[in-house]
């Protein structure tokens, strides 16, 4: 087949609006919409009944209540395949969903697209939030990887960890198409109703984190290197969800110890509209990404498409994204091989990461050429319609 006006998509994900957790939702949202104007897309997503035409949401089987949440997970994802008659080609994002693909392409004789967001084998401590579910959900992610027909990872660093974490994958089978912002959305927006709704200080330096609480995140680091930011800046942590009840507890200290010590501590636990983070984003000085593993980092886009000034771990993705010293500055990590991405000195990534938070705060108009430069880097290398292109092309090559 090659007219692409007739082409059918099925695209399977756990999250999708408005159930948006992580970059995984944000990408599966911007592609559909772009893929819509190239193909016909179906969308199949979990959680409560979507109004939107052409999306199917589906609830955990009830005969599965109270099992691991990974055996629940493949509930939904054997109802999703069920649903996938008829599609030209199944196209899979998170593990979460790649059994649904695997098995959609084996009963309906498919291509299986995966999108490469993150990896089980480089996420060990999920095994402190899933227990035996781990075992699972990581026998999901390598059974679709090895049988999927191609696997698009979303940053050329993303691709090198497929091809170690799976090596018997066939590399000419994993091609990089990075993630993408609207920059028409994720633009400046110089208000401040929401920042005086939240108790953010305009006239004051910020440092903002925007993200899920997870080991991946990297956020404890931040709140330990936040010990040594001038006493005007204040930290504003748009954190929540978080993955264990060990996590939380330990930022619910590390906050509870900052505030102790300096006003301009901001935490917000609830997930809040895009509208209103993007006013927090345009109004922070640095937006801060910690992370320990990050494939791509899309939230360092968003920051830098509403001119803000990054710094962030050199790790992952985020390299691919942020420019060392134009967009913003990239702190270096030496990192354990086991898979967990953890600082073999940890110590040494505070101090680090601080020294370069510091670094921007002390020297405001180069943050805000730093901001400027990086809105112009989203808007020149990233934009969603090149994206869909893309992987319309990659869907192409397999019929």
């Given at each position: 087949m090659t007219d692409s006006a007739g082409l059918r998509i099925d695209l399977l994900t756990r999250e999708y609006p408005p159930e948006v957790y992580g970059g995984a939702g944000v990408h599966v949202e911007y592609l559909a919409r772009e893929l819509r104007r190239l193909a016909d897309v179906r969308v199949h997503c979990f959680g409560a009944a979507?109004?939107?035409?052409?999306?199917?949401?589906?609830?955990?089987?009830?005969?599965?209540?109270?099992?691991?949440?990974?055996?629940?997970?493949?509930?939904?994802?054997?109802?999703?395949?069920?649903?996938?008659?008829?599609?030209?080609?199944?196209?899979?994002?998170?593990?979460?969903?790649?059994?649904?693909?695997?098995?959609?392409?084996?009963?309906?004789?498919?291509?299986?697209?995966?999108?490469?967001?993150s990896l089980e084998p480089l996420r060990p401590w999920k095994a402190e939030q899933l227990g035996g579910g781990y075992a699972l959900s990581s026998w999901c992610e390598r059974t679709a990887y090895e049988a999927a027909d191609a696997i698009i990872a979303v940053s050329a660093g993303m691709r090198r960890d497929v091809l170690t974490a799976y090596p018997d994958v066939d590399p000419d089978r994993v091609r990089v198409v990075h993630n993408g912002i609207d920059t028409a959305q994720y633009a400046p927006d110089h208000g401040t109703d929401v920042l005086d709704r939240l108790g953010i200080d305009p006239s004051r330096p910020s440092v903002v984190y925007v993200g899920r609480i997870t080991r991946q995140k990297g956020l404890p680091y931040l709140l330990r290197a936040a010990r040594e930011l001038p006493a005007d800046t204040q930290l504003v942590l748009l954190a929540g969800a978080p993955d264990t009840a060990e996590i939380a507890a330990e930022v619910e200290g590390l906050v509870a110890e900052l505030r102790a010590t300096r006003s301009g501590v901001v935490w917000v636990a609830a997930m809040l509209p895009k509208h209103e983070v993007i006013q927090v984003l345009t109004h922070a000085t640095i937006f801060a990404c910690p992370s320990v593993y990050e494939p791509m980092g899309i939230v360092n886009l968003e920051a830098m498409a509403c001119e803000t000034a990054v710094v962030a771990t050199a790790t992952g993705g985020i390299p691919e994204v942020v420019a060392d010293g134009e967009t913003g500055v990239l702190v270096p990590i030496e990192q354990a091989a086991d898979g967990s991405g953890r600082p073999l000195e940890p110590e040494r990534f505070v101090a680090d990461l601080a020294t370069a938070i510091n670094g921007v705060l002390a020297d405001p108009a180069r943050a805000a050429e730093f901001g400027r430069a990086g809105r112009r880097r989203a808007v020149e290398h990233f934009s969603w319609d090149a994206i869909a292109a893309r992987t319309l092309g990659i869907y192409r090559s397999l019929l």
């Open positions: 979507r109004d939107e035409p052409g999306v199917t949401a589906y609830a955990e089987p009830v005969e599965l209540a109270g099992a691991n949440p990974a055996l629940r997970t493949m509930g939904v994802d054997l109802a999703m395949a069920a649903d996938c008659a008829g599609t030209d080609v199944v196209h899979s994002h998170t593990w979460y969903a790649n059994l649904a693909g695997h098995t959609a392409k084996l009963l309906h004789g498919v291509p299986h697209v995966v999108t490469a967001h």
